[in-house]
């Protein structure tokens, strides 16, 4: 299954100067959407970069 992002903990890595999960994705399966990070399951690899790198640990892989 693909990375998912839990809204309520995502603050869009408020105070940083990159959203570190679209910064990071080596295959470019990550967005904003309503000011939250959000994962195009077609997209995502399962390789759990996103995970390792989210400041707030608001990505999970189901
Ligand atoms: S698990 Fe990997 S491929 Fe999937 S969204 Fe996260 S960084 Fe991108
Ligand atoms: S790294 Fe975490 S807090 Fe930052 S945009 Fe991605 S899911 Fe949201």
Redesign the pocket.
């Known amino acids: 299954m693909p990375a998912l ?1 839990n809204r309520d ?5 408020a105070g ?1 100067e990159r ?4 910064f990071n994705c080596p295959y470019d399966a ?1 967005r ?1 959407a309503g000011g ?2 959000e994962v195009d399951g077609d997209r995502c690899d399962e390789c759990k970069i ?1 995970i390792e ?7 999970v892989l189901e």
């Open positions: 992002v903990a995502c603050d869009a890595c940083r959203q570190e999960c679209i990550i904003l939250k990070a996103c790198v989210c400041p707030v640990r608001a990505i």
